[in-house]
């Protein structure tokens, strides 16, 4: 099934990329039929009369329907930046505030025992057995 609709998008996509010809045949001012791909035929299908006489009755219209890439060269895209007006803003004062962090202890790179501090060790951990 993904094969399939792999296809069906393949066969869509080159179709649409390399156009699509609707040719639009008008008889007495009015629209007779419309062909995808078609030929020119001999006669018209309405009135029978050859298309090779040109003689006001019939008339063919033809329209190419195609798939236009937007991409731009890289050098339209340099010409465009060369043109744009610089965009200044104000920078608030959240930004300019310096980032401190709060003091972190210092502590010594010995393995000795560590310091007896004033506060008990389970207070200092937060906790508590009941």
């Known amino acids: 099934m ?3 609709i792999a296809l069906v998008m393949l066969i869509t996509y080159s179709v649409f990329a390399n156009g699509v010809v609707i ?3 008008y008889c007495m001012n009015q629209l007779a039929s419309r062909h995808l791909f078609g030929a020119k035929p001999s006669s018209c299908e309405v009135c029978g ?3 090779h006489n040109n ?3 019939c008339s063919d219209e033809m329209k190419v329907v ?3 890439q937007d991409q731009q060269t890289p050098g339209k895209m340099v010409e465009d930046l060369l043109k744009a007006k610089p965009v200044f803003h104000a920078v608030s004062g959240f930004l300019l505030t310096p980032v401190t962090r709060p003091e972190q202890p210092v502590y010594s790179l010995s393995h ?3 310091l007896i501090s004033p506060i008990e060790i389970y ?3 937060r906790v508590f057995r009941i």
């Open 112 to 114: 000795s025992p560590p």
């Open 123 to 125: 207070k200092e951990i």
């Open 49 to 51: 009369m050859s298309s």
């Open 66 to 68: 195609k798939q236009y």
């Open 23 to 25: 040719r639009s045949h």
């Open 2 to 4: 993904k094969k399939f």
């Open 55 to 57: 003689n006001g009755c």
